[in-house]
T-cell receptor
């Protein structure tokens, strides 16, 4: 099983809403990542968790709040987003931080 | 096949020919490199990787070459097929995976 599962696949939210994106993997990977991808651009790293601890925050605004409840799950809590935050949000996992990462299919987020 | 310059956004290749996609990386401390394929509406898919102690690695129909002297990577796809149409990203990894700009591969019938 080399699958990273993201839910929901699509999300439309208002600027005053609070929502969460979820990511799950059962490969025993100890590193998990959130990326943001705008159209026709490469994925941009947001956060890295290593052994369930936040190891990298790429100066992401506080309206994005990551959480790693256990080694299989990664959440991204969203609050007071702006329309420019609309993008494809990708989750990935890898055995450790310096090994191949597997990506989920992403959540297409639209902020209205 | 067609060799392209660095950072070319689109590469058009005849079906059956070989494709060569190039990439420059920025951090001389990077010691691990990955090529990803991304089809429309999907997440990036791992193709092949290479560590800095190697200069060539082969997979099924794909070969990655690494030139550390000039900080350059290439991905060679043999006998390109319609299913190879996608955007290809190189990524470098030192303590985090950072993606390059990407090249769209377009297959001509």
């Amino acid at each position: 099983d080399t699958e990273v599962t993201q839910t929901p696949k699509h999300l439309v939210m208002g600027m005053t809403n609070k929502k969460s994106l979820k990511c799950e993997q059962h490969m025993g990977h100890r590193a998990m990542y959130w990326y943001k991808q705008k159209a026709k651009k490469p994925p941009e790293l947001m956060f890295v968790y290593s052994y369930e601890k936040l190891s990298i925050n790429e100066s992401v605004p506080s309206r994005f709040s990551p959480e790693c409840p256990n080694s299989s799950l990664l959440n991204l809590h969203l609050h007071a987003l702006q329309p420019e935050d609309s993008a494809l949000y990708l989750c990935a996992s890898s055995q450790t931080v310096n090994t191949e990462a597997f990506f989920g299919q992403g959540t297409r987020l639209t902020v209205v | 096949g067609e060799s392209v310059g660095l950072h070319l956004p689109t590469l058009s290749v005849q079906e059956g020919d070989n494709s060569i996609i190039n990439c420059a990386y920025s951090n001389s401390a990077s010691d691990y490199f990955i090529w990803y394929k991304q089809e429309s509406g999907k997440g990036p898919q791992f193709i092949i990787d290479i560590r800095s102690n190697m200069d060539k690695r082969q997979g099924q129909r794909v070969t990655v070459l690494l030139n550390k002297t000039v900080k350059h990577l290439s991905l060679q796809i043999a006998a390109t097929q319609p299913g190879d149409s996608a955007v290809y990203f190189c990524a470098e990894n030192y303590d985090k995976i950072i993606f390059g700009k990407g090249t769209r591969l377009h297959i001509l019938p």
